[in-house]
């Protein structure tokens, strides 16, 4: 009721449009209407209550509702249908909220989105900084019926994702994606991609991809630690056109087609997608692993994703996973 309202609402702005019309399209009581209007308010929509003329909706809030994100959104499996969206104004972190609903059976497509998160982490147990309506903090749900030794092609086809709906929506950023699961703008890190997952010998029970896009941070609003190392998409002074519900909605559409593709054709155009848009490849880099570290030049990506490196006697290494700790432009 409060959806449907909203659309109507929506549809008629900025003009009014009486109770009386509303409980009559939607064949309910005037009361009835007026419960789901104080509701509105009371989630951030400035809706005015006129005793002649009715109600009519001044503003939306700048939140990363359901009812928001999902409007126009036409996807195939991710966020297919508003109530696959789920919206917390706290959590301690997306990924594993999520994780619980995947553990109750939610269905593949399912998103969890927050606008702050308290415990929002990286890999390997590294924090993830989430303030309040500050990003973009979403996790969803995969459950591909893929070999587990493809899983780590994911965080590069979530990273291409985010590019491309970073230049579909802002085409002067130059955003370029370090391997595995960064995102750059200048050098500086404006989003990191965090895959977690649930398997049983080689059979795949779900993927939990949750993604930190930073959108209107403050200088101040970074700690010390991050002040030289994070940016933001804008610099948290409200003069941006592109709202968060509109660059998350972006995302979740790119995800969408990204995925299709996967199933349907496979990786080959997706890989060639994150080769246009890297920033690793053809560098000499140092690499830290768990089996040590190891430097090199990055010489490609594999088919599922690996990072191959030739050593300074040229012998190639393959990695699944890592972190670049230093990275140089060519001479
Ligand atoms: C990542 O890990 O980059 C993965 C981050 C994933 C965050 C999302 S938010 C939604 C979902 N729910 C979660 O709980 N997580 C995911 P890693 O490569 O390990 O990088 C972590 C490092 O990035 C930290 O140790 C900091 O140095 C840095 N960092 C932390 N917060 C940052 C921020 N907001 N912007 C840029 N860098 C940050």
Redesign the pocket.
């Known amino acids: 009721m409060k959806e449907t309202i909203l659309k109507l609402l929506k549809n008629a702005a900025p003009s009014y449009l009486s109770g009386e019309e509303m409980a009559a399209k939607l064949k309910t009581s005037r009361t009835s209407i007026w419960k789901s209007i104080k509701l509105l308010q009371k989630s951030g929509y400035n809706v005015e209550g006129s005793p002649r003329r009715g109600y009519r909706l001044l503003e939306i809030p700048d939140l990363l509702y359901p009812a928001e994100i999902s409007e126009g959104l036409q996807t195939k499996i991710i966020a297919n249908r508003p109530n696959l969206i789920h919206h917390f104004m706290q959590v301690?972190?997306?990924?594993?909220r999520?994780k619980l609903l995947a553990e109750e059976g939610a269905p593949e497509g399912t998103v969890?989105i927050?606008e702050e998160?308290t415990?929002?982490?990286?890999?390997?147990g590294?924090?993830?900084?989430?303030p309040g309506g500050?990003?973009?903090?979403?996790?969803f749900l995969l459950r591909p019926p893929k070999p587990m030794e493809e899983i780590s092609v994911f965080t590069l086809l979530t990273a291409v994702a985010v590019a491309n709906a970073l230049k579909n929506k802002l085409p002067d950023i130059e955003a370029g994606i370090k391997w595995p699961?960064?995102i750059l703008i200048q050098d500086?890190?404006?989003?990191?991609?965090?895959t977690e997952l649930k398997a049983e010998a080689d059979r795949l029970h779900y993927l939990v991809?949750?993604?930190?896009?930073?959108f209107n941070?403050t200088r101040s609003d970074?700690?010390p630690?991050?002040k030289n190392?994070?940016?933001?998409i804008f610099a948290g002074d409200g003069s941006h056109l592109l709202s968060r519900k509109e660059m998350a909605g972006e995302i979740l559409r790119e995800i969408d087609v990204i995925y299709q593709k996967y199933l349907t054709v496979g990786t080959d155009d997706i890989l060639v997608q994150w080769k246009a848009q890297n920033v690793t490849l053809g560098k000499t880099i140092t690499l830290k692993s768990l089996g040590g570290s190891f430097s090199g030049k990055a010489l490609d990506i594999d088919k599922y994703g690996a990072l191959i490196i030739a050593g300074p006697g040229g012998e190639r290494r393959r990695f699944v996973a890592g972190?670049i700790i230093a990275q140089e432009v060519p001479k």
């Open positions: 301690d972190s997306t990924n594993n999520l969890v927050a998160q415990a929002g982490k990286g890999r390997l590294r924090s993830w900084l989430s500050k990003g973009i903090w979403l996790s699961n960064d500086r890190k404006v989003c990191g991609i965090l991809t949750g993604l930190g896009l930073n941070f970074f700690t630690e991050l190392s994070a940016t933001s972190e």
